[in-house]
């Protein structure tokens, strides 16, 4: 067949062909439910600092509640019906890192508990806490220097 | 002089092979889409039992052998060869599925155009006295090919609109050289075609050009009139991808805009959030078995080309950051 494009320009024709994704919707979507997401969390705060925690242990233990409410869901099959509404919405906050990790775990669970579970658990998460340590560890190490 | 090769990528064959019968297995969502009647069975599950998703899909290939010669009304030990294969890594679905057959068995990978390939080489056998009958088997499976090739199931993302959904299901074709039809008259092997994309998500506009090149190669080397076929049917270009081959062929002074027709479109509704419609191996293989076969059976469909398309990637390559290798190749079917 006659080449009628160079790839460069295949690629812009391509880009044009293509449908762009609903931005405006999507951004809604994303505002809502991660906002929402956010609400009970602040829900869980208020409710242990009720309870007579301080701040510090009431922000660790929403945390965990999150934590624990997000493998939940991803167990239940609900998050992935939840993260494709609502995208970033719900990829962002503590719950969306729980779905990373549980996922996997689900998934891989028929190679095994060691190859399977163990080995791919951080398949998703894992850039996230390499890149995520190393760049605190570079601030922490600035923060000290600058103090001089 | 070759006597049955035509032109620079097509065979034509002396003595057709005829398509004795097909069968097709697909999963609940092909279920649910517009050619559900069409299929033998739909499953309820997807994991059909089985431990894992692999095993599923193998056994949709074991069950899809029966079928087909049971179809034919041909015992399986009248099977020549099966040519099979499919997506996963080292086509563990169709050696998996084919296991305890007994038959010779040739595995081949041409990714989402197996089911083109087998077919081709099928008829080739056949037509060279090499086999009286050929089975020629291709699956995929929505959750063997995401854990291969994307993420976890439950893991919460979304999907670009130009990405497709991979077809859960096993078709298999059982070529006979006696019959009465319809036969396959012609084949034209498609070259690796890549024009550059990466993009995994936007598989129809890699495959594209690849499809339109052995499209171009057919009419060229057989010198057929463009209206010639009844359908000129691709395998999982998606909605993207078929305008853009449409777009590329008129350019190329060929306009087949009526008749091209995808089957990766025709598998799934709009609103079944397949977003550019479906994929795999299994996505014309089925489509094939179950719809096509039966407009050919029942006369309304004539003659058609049949072009599965395949995107020949791994996962390692898409990490390497290379483009996508595509391919395209063409079975004229016929009836009489």
Redesign the interface.
Known sequence: ??Q??T??E??K??DS?????KLLR?VIRAFSVGGLICVVGQFFVNSFSRMGFDMDVSASLTSMTMIFLGVLF??L?L??????F??AG??VPIT?FA??I???A???K?EGYVLGVGARMF??AGPVLVYGISASIIVGILHYLLKF | MLEKKLGKQTVIFKQPPTIAATASIVGPKEGKGPLAPYFDQILDNELWGERSWEMAESKMVREVLSKTALNASKAVSRIDYILAGDLLNQCIAASFGVRESGIPMFGVFGACSTMGETMSLGAMLIDGGFASNVVCLTSSHFCSAERQFRFPLELGAQRPPTAQWTVTGAGGVLLSSEGTGPFVKKITTGKIVDMGIKDQNNMGAAMAPAAADTIFAHFEDTGLPQDYYDMIVTGDLGRIGREIADDLLSSNGIRIGSILNDCGVMIFDMKQDAHSGGSGCGCSATVFAGFLYDRLKKGKLNKILFVPTGALLSPTSVQQGESIPCIAHAVAIENG
Do not use: F, H
């Open positions: 067949m006659q009628v494009m790839g460069d295949y690629k024709y391509v062909k293509a449908p762009d994704s999507n991803t167990g099959n998050y992935d019906d939840l993260g494709r609502a995208g719900s990829i969306g779905n990373s549980a996922s996997p689900m998934e891989y028929s398949l998703i």
